[in-house]
């Protein structure tokens, strides 16, 4: 069973950044494809980027492509989100999940998820 905490998130000015963190336990963390989701209020989750266990692939978003970036310190049992040139749009509470594969991610494991506030 694997248990997942992030934080990081907060409230930030448009074009600002911020760096959310994933903390795994309870499992082999590199085992895992990491993902990052995110869910605006009145809009379904959606699909913000992954990682697969070794880091060696990453996976975007068109929304996020070349503002967030996706890593991993297997070693720490930890993830990360690197958002920089936030926009209002990227309001939402965002949650890191870990799976086999990306397509099995909605059955994986969650985490409870950390609000992020961008004002215009």
């Known amino acids: 069973q694997v248990q997942l905490v992030e934080s990081g998130g907060g409230l930030v000015q448009a074009g600002g950044s911020l760096r959310l963190s994933c903390a795994a336990s309870?499992?082999?963390?590199?085992?895992?494809?990491m993902g990052w989701f995110r869910q605006a209020p009145g809009k379904e989750r959606e699909f913000v980027a992954a990682i697969s266990g070794s880091g060696g692939r990453t996976v975007y978003a068109d929304s996020v492509k070349g503002r967030f970036t996706i890593s991993r310190a297997n070693s720490e049992n930890t993830g990360y989100l690197q958002m920089n040139s936030l926009k209002h749009d990227d309001t939402a509470v965002y949650y890191c999940?870990?799976?086999?594969?990306?397509?099995?991610?909605?059955?994986?494991?969650w985490g409870q998820g950390t609000q992020v506030t961008v004002s215009s």
């Open positions: 999940a870990a799976a086999s594969t990306i397509a099995t991610m909605a059955l994986g494991y």
């Open positions: 309870g499992g082999t963390f590199s085992g895992y494809t």
